[in-house]
């Protein structure tokens, strides 16, 4: 028994993370066809940081996030945030959505708000 997870490409031999079709390196329940996940990992939106572009993790939210302020990392895709979808966090509004990989975790797509990174040059 294993589950290779569609965003990321890992693989887990933990029963449940089978059954729940979730990815512990992603920390995400991966129930999406492949197809979607790509287009998730591959889209850009023209007025968000650009795909490429090196990014700061600046902010996080107050319980803390896994990848710490100061990380580096590169953008490898952007999506704009759903006009009148509800937001996420109280206190900021996201306009945009990013998946980002970050320099201590190579190859691992992480999804990321806007209001938590940077550009940096």
């Not at 979730?22 to 979607?36: I, K, L, M, N």
């Not at 319980?63 to 490898?76: A, K, W």
């Not at 996201?94 to 806007?114: E, I, L, M, Q, S």
Request: include cysteine.
């Amino acid at each position: 028994m294993s589950f290779t997870c569609p965003l990321c490409g890992r693989t887990s031999h933990n029963p449940t993370d089978e059954a729940e079709r979730y990815c512990a390196s992603c920390h995400a329940f991966t129930d999406v066809e492949p197809a979607a996940a790509y287009a998730l990992l591959t889209g850009e939106s023209p007025s968000a940081i650009a795909v490429g572009a090196r990014v700061r993790k600046a902010r996080e939210d107050p319980g803390g996030d896994i990848t710490p302020i100061g990380t580096l990392g590169r953008v490898m895709a952007s999506h704009d945030y759903p006009e009148g979808a509800e937001q996420p966090h109280p206190d900021h509004t996201v306009r945009h959505f990013y998946f980002v990989t970050w320099d201590d975790k190579p190859g691992v797509p992480v999804g990321c708000a806007d209001w938590k990174i940077e550009e940096v040059e």
